[in-house]
């Protein structure tokens, strides 16, 4: 795909960050480019888990060559030692981007799977199944982190479509047409 744009996911994780590339081209058909996991010890030092997590973010980065990267935006939790975790490893994700010199984007999870399910409150087992669908998988992604990571992907890349920009919401599938909904109702 010689125009598609190239993004890469990441659902931020300290145990486990999933990280998902795609190219999509301007009719939005979308192509697996890489799907994974990067995990860290939960022994581990907090510092050595996220010189870890950077690692394996920045490896993703310069085999696959993104244009973009988009991560899941932070949200409250109860638990707050998973917050600070997810939250740490957001923060890696970002700063890597603008060490690459590339744009970044968050988006939250009901927007995300608004966007690739057309329902906000999916669930897991919904978003796998949708993504699989749209990437033409012959298997649910797993574990769930690297489905969300190509969801993110999906949702960002079609959020950004130029056709989103040019014509507003025309020619968008169901789902897509549910998040630009979604996403104008929020912004009154």
């Not at 598609?4 to 659902?11: M, S, T, W, Y």
């Not at 935006?73 to 490893?89: D, I, K, P, Y």
Request: net charge positive; hydrophobic share 50%.
């Amino acid at each position: 795909m010689a125009s598609a744009l190239r993004v890469l996911g990441i659902d931020p994780g300290l145990t486990r960050c999933g990280v998902g590339v795609v190219d999509v081209a301007r009719d939005r058909f979308a192509t697996l480019v890489h799907v994974g996991v990067v995990r860290s010890d939960a022994g581990a030092p907090i510092e050595q888990r996220l010189a870890t997590i950077a690692a394996g973010i920045r490896a993703v980065l310069l085999q696959h060559q993104p244009h973009v990267v988009a991560v899941e935006r932070v949200f409250a939790q109860n638990n707050r030692s998973t917050v600070m975790g997810t939250a740490q490893a957001s923060g890696i994700a970002l700063l890597l981007a603008a060490e690459h010199g590339l744009p970044a984007a968050t988006h939250t999870p009901s927007e995300v799977k608004a966007a690739v399910t057309g329902y906000g409150a999916a669930d897991k087992l919904q978003v796998q199944t949708m993504v699989a669908r749209v990437l033409r998988l012959d298997a649910l992604p797993q574990p769930a982190d690297a489905a969300d990571a190509l969801a993110l992907a999906l949702c960002h890349a079609w959020r950004r479509g130029p056709a989103i920009a040019a014509t507003g919401d025309s020619g968008l599938t169901p789902a897509q047409r549910a998040w630009a909904d979604a996403e104008r109702a929020a912004r009154r």
